[in-house]
């Protein structure tokens, strides 16, 4: 046993001094195998990274919501090319609203603008303000909170009162800390605005800033936002998940009244469900993952090919060495162990 570890040890300092004669293959050695590791880590946290990213963004509507909006349409129906996607109408949609569904939220959402300027007094923005319109119930569905103020009323979306809700980043852009926020007047894009409120930050979501965002009412973006391509979005949380499947045939049922779509004939629009949605993003994300672990395996495999290249070159320039201790008595085992030694030391 003393013989075995002095034997080792003996190994272990000549490994150490043959590693530092060879500095520069060692350099080179340990760095691909670092680089080979590296590779394979970053591809799996980057995928993972984003996964987890798609989980935060979507919880916030829960599982227990669906959205509405205007059919993509793709491919043919009874050997005819679909028409145009038709975009839901602030008249569709606020109809939608007023339907007796004691199970259900609904609100009614229209992007106005990603391009916008808010100023107060001599503050101005950058030109990155994402406008959106909204009504009462918008905040409770998204389950968005707000940091300070309130939300909108019922009467206030009615008749359009000029209030707005604004982004952390806004905020903190035109007011100074010990300034009051709520009652301020700002300039939207040359409209003026009551603030009644400041969301909360939430940062960036898919490389654009949350907290860049204002809210004001639907019937303000019709009055100031006017463009009649432009589309509604209708979103439903519904009170009980054990009744989403029967409150999603309802709204499909109403809509489709609504829309007046033909009988037989497919929906103009399309419904998803939260939860689905998030399932279909991570089943795309899950090919992405499978293919960068494939990657980084290849990379690394690469890394050890390029280690066994230059033990081989080690070995080959050592041959004298072998010889020397083979004519010494050293047998064939202890010349490999020696060698592996340096690999594991190395390594």
Known sequence: MRLTRSVLIEQINVAIGSIRGQALRTTLTVGII???IMALIAMVTATESLKENIRVEFSSLGTDSFTIKPKRNSGFFKGKRPAPSTPITFREARQFSKLSLSDLLVTSSIFASSTSIIGRNSNRTDPNIQVLGVDENYLDVSNIPLSIGRGFSNSEIKAGTPL???GSNIKDKLFEPWEEVVGSNL????SRY??????????????????NQCLISITSVR???????RSYT????VADTEHLEQSTDFATGAFRMIRGDTPGAPSSF??????????TLLEATSGITIAAAVIGIITLFGAGIGLMNIMLVSVSERTREIGTRKSLGASARAIRTQFLVEVIIIG
């Open 34 to 36: 670092g680089m080979g």
């Open 164 to 166: 707005i809700i604004i």
């Open 187 to 190: 300039l939207l894009s040359g």
């Open 194 to 211: 009551t603030v009644i409120g400041v969301l909360e930050s939430r940062g960036a979501s898919f490389g654009m800033s949350q907290d």
């Open 223 to 229: 009055r100031q936002f006017s463009d009649v391509n």
């Open 234 to 237: 209708i979103t439903c949380a």
């Open 270 to 279: 399309d419904i998803r469900k939260s939860n689905t949605l998030v399932e």
